[in-house]
T-cell receptor, first 115, second 114 residues
């Protein structure tokens, strides 16, 4: 499989559930990102990992917990979410350890609905 | 900090017509500029990017964009739109001397009429 893959593609969860989103990149990149995409709002950067180390946490609530076990995999653990957390969650990767000139490669996203 | 504005939420064009999507940025120096496209149910895909040099940049799928420093703009153009171009288009700006994460605009939704 090539590019950036995300599973599951769709997720419906209750506010008391615990679930995880998975992202895998097959591009040999060193940086990985989580974004939240809500309708008609700019992409919201959530977390950045460079060489498995978290380098950016954009004031994300603690109910979102990222994990990056290696440069190819990125997880987003979810617990006690709120309905306003319903959105498309996009994973991306880029070649170097983060750079303004880097092209980001995005996965197809996970459509999350919190009931 | 850098910022980017896409003033048009929706743009509707007829198939075969020309297209121009607007993007204005705010940054004190020459930025890195990107256009991404998001088709329904998909992630974002890079169309083109500008770093330096020639201000007219060619991208994939027949798109081009022109960097105009005097207008702080980086508008995306295509001479003849195809129905498959219907998608969401995002402009992004990366600061050459600051945060290394590009800032994205809100997006412009392109609707193509047959």
């Amino acid at each position: 499989e090539t590019g950036v893959t995300q599973t599951p593609r769709h997720l419906v969860m209750g506010m008391t559930n615990k679930k995880s989103l998975k992202c895998e990149q097959h591009l040999g990149h060193n940086a990985m990102y989580w974004y939240k995409q809500s309708a008609k709002k700019p992409l919201e950067l959530m977390f950045v990992y460079n060489f498995k180390e978290q380098t950016e946490n954009n004031s994300v609530p603690s109910r979102f917990s990222p994990e990056c076990p290696n440069s190819s995999h990125l997880f987003l653990h979810l617990h006690t979410l709120q309905p306003e957390d319903s959105a498309l969650y996009l994973c991306a990767s880029s070649p170097t350890s983060g750079g303004a000139a880097d092209t980001q490669y995005f996965g197809p996203g996970t459509r999350l609905t919190v009931l | 900090a850098q910022s980017v504005t896409q003033p048009d939420i929706h743009i509707t064009v007829s198939e075969g017509a020309s297209l121009e999507l607007r993007c204005n940025y705010s940054y004190g120096a020459t930025p890195y500029l990107f256009w991404y496209v998001q088709s329904p149910g998909q992630g974002l895909q890079l169309l083109l990017k500008y770093f330096s040099g020639d201000t007219l940049v060619q991208g994939i799928k027949g798109f081009e964009a022109e960097f105009k420093r005097s207008q702080s703009s980086f508008n995306l153009r295509k001479p003849s739109v195809h129905w498959s171009d219907a998608a969401e288009y995002f402009c992004a700006v990366g600061a050459t001397g600051g945060s290394y994460i590009p800032t994205f605009g809100r997006g412009t939704s392109l609707i193509v009429h047959p």
